[in-house]
């Protein structure tokens, strides 16, 4: 454990401009600042940081939407495979998802979150969310809330859900069971789709934003109704909802790992996650090919998203991270997190990144302070080519 703002950790020759980014960003934010920052470049580990309160290199944190990214990682497999099809509709794979007008969505307007299904009328207790199986039961039956592949919007706690029910049905298993088995486990990536009670003690809680008076006048200028399409997403029209910053609070969210949101992590891992999925990391061959990594990575849906009400950029079950980015290479894809997560990979430049924090940031997703330190990343990087 540390205290202050000091990171901790190594660099690789080259990139101590990225240490002192990362100081000068915990430095602005203050002592109780908590963060992780590790990167890879070609398959070598040339940044592992840590800083803050509590926090070590090993600490694992909720990464909320961040688990998007492992979860496609395994459709991306099986699409690779040729288990999945990406334009086969969805209902040869699951017959009773295509009731309600969704008889002709595809498993490509699916990932590009174009099928309309982003919650359900009802909303759903903190178990049900939490359960995968019931969460794609009940959404199986839902009419979508816009005509499937009109318009896009971000599915945001239950899109991995859907696209693991489609895993469970071409498979015989889970999503969760083929992440464990063929990417955390062969390649040693520390990231959890379901944490067990044995590393519990490693869990950092989630902590909420600080607010400040500017602040909470800012979330109330822009707060929608609870039966508004953004509420129902984010299932704030269910009485019982809680905070989304609580989220990975709950044990029984940590426990089942709903992959949409429930992933638990360290920056270590969500960074190789990436890393092994286009380069050598290790040793291990790539998961993906350049095509495969080349294709979820294309953006599919670009424009005004109908449930963050902003311009937003997927590619299929992934943020198209260059478009958030530009410094990144084009085709650079990963999945940032409501609590200031980011995650990516970018082919062109060989550089895998995985940063997370533990409180809450203002405003609500990716860390603004992603920005700068990619940046200082990305410097580090071209000055060594």
């Known amino acids: 454990m540390v205290d202050g703002n000091e990171p901790h950790g190594t660099v690789s020759d ?15 934010e203050g002592g109780g600042f908590a963060a992780q ?32 990214g492992a979860a496609h990682l395994v459709v991306a497999l099986l699409v690779q495979e040729g288990v999945l099809e990406l334009d086969q509709k969805v209902t040869h794979y699951w017959p009773a998802f295509g009731v309600a007008g969704k008889r002709d969505v595809t498993l490509r307007e699916l990932l590009s979150h174009r099928a309309g299904l982003v919650g359900a009328d009802g909303g759903f207790t903190l178990d049900e969310l939490a359960d995968d199986r019931i969460v794609a039961e009940r959404l199986a039956g839902q009419r979508p809330y816009w005509r499937p592949g009109s318009a896009f919007g971000y599915h945001a706690l239950v899109i991995a ?23 955390r486990d062969p390649y040693a990536v520390d990231f959890h789709l379901g944490l067990p009670g044995g590393q519990e003690p490693r869990y950092l809680s989630a902590q909420p934003m600080l607010p400040t008076p500017e602040r909470l006048a800012e979330l109330a200028a822009r707060a929608t109704g609870p039966n508004s399409l953004p509420g129902i997403a984010f299932n704030r029209h269910h009485p019982g909802n809680p905070e989304l910053w609580q989220l990975p609070n709950f044990r029984t969210v940590r426990a089942a790992g709903p992959a949409s949101f429930g992933g638990v992590a360290s920056a270590r891992g969500m960074a190789r996650m990436y890393a092994v999925a286009i380069g050598s990391a290790g040793g291990a061959a790539p998961l993906l090919k350049p095509d495969t990594a080349a294709e979820f990575a294309q953006v599919h849906s670009l424009g005004h998203d109908l449930v963050t009400r902003e311009h937003k950029a997927f590619g299929l079950g992934f943020h198209a991270t260059s478009e958030v980015y530009p410094v990144l290479g084009q085709g650079a894809f990963g999945h940032s997190g409501a609590g200031g997560q980011q995650a990516f990979a970018d082919p062109r430049n060989g550089l895998a990144y995985g940063y997370s924090r533990r409180r809450f940031p203002f405003p609500n997703g990716p860390g603004p302070e992603n ?7 990305y410097a580090a990087a071209d000055a060594h080519r």
């Not at 049905?169 to 063929?182: I, S, V």
């Open 371 to 377: 920005d700068r330190l990619i940046r200082a990343l």
């Open 37 to 68: 920052l590790v990167a890879y470049r070609h398959g070598e580990r040339v940044v592992d940081l840590w800083t803050g309160p509590e926090i070590t290199g090993d600490s694992l944190l909720g990464v909320y939407s961040a688990s998007k």
């Open 161 to 183: 859900a859907l696209t693991g029910e489609v895993v469970r049905r071409a498979t015989g298993r889970t999503l969760r069971t083929h992440f464990a088995e063929r990417i």
């Open 14 to 28: 080259g990139f101590q401009s990225v240490r002192d980014e990362f100081a000068a960003v915990a430095a602005a």
